[in-house]
């Protein structure tokens, strides 16, 4: 019989260190790793602007690292415009490096993600958007349950072209019907 290995065994989410920053500067710094995630091309970065961002959006505790069972950083999620009030935030991740990508691992570590914000932190609705051209983005987020809410026209610059970002939410509701949490997974007594 085949062992079942759970998505925390494969992926957990921690909070980015200084080792990290060196594998974020080169994401930052790749083209097609950009525009998957930003919409563009950014302009050029010293290591020590990454290291500020980085330290800048981990201090206020909402950019998490995707690490592997070896505690290698092989993705990222970051939490903005977030809205304690309404429990609401946007998110936004990357795979690392290209040759993961395609092997589901961003759709792990966003489960992992969404599962924590909406299971541990009480947040009901997430929100966040793709670039059209993202095909990938797209599936991993409807596998999630993203409902489509929309489309900023022309609003990504890539490649001399302006490209269109698809708007997304994701309900609580419909996330935990996808994927049911286990109401004792961090009440048992572990031995």
Not at 18 to 37: H, I, K, M, N, Q
Request: hydrophobic share 40%.
């Amino acid at each position: 019989m085949a062992r079942v290995v759970s998505v925390e065994q494969q992926l957990r989410i921690r909070a980015c260190s200084a080792g990290d920053v060196e594998v974020f500067a080169r994401y930052r710094a790749d083209p097609v790793s950009a525009t998957l995630t930003f919409g563009a091309v950014r302009t050029p970065e010293t290591a020590e602007d990454v290291a500020r961002f980085v330290e800048t959006v981990n201090a206020s505790g909402h950019l998490w690292i995707w690490a592997d069972a070896s505690d290698r950083a092989v993705g990222f999620s970051v939490l903005r415009s977030i809205d304690r009030l309404n429990r609401t935030l946007w998110t936004g991740s990357g795979i690392f490096e290209p040759d993961q990508r395609g092997r589901g691992l961003g759709s792990l570590g966003r489960r992992l993600v969404l599962d924590l914000v909406f299971n541990e932190m009480d947040y009901r609705r997430i929100y966040g958007e793709f670039g059209s051209f993202n095909e990938a983005s797209r599936r991993s987020h409807l596998k999630m349950g993203a409902e489509i809410v929309g489309v900023r026209r022309q609003v990504y610059f890539s490649s001399g072209v302006y490209h269109d970002a698809v708007v997304y939410t994701v309900a609580r509701e419909r996330f935990n019907a996808l994927f049911p949490p286990d109401p004792r997974r961090h009440l048992e007594v572990r031995r």
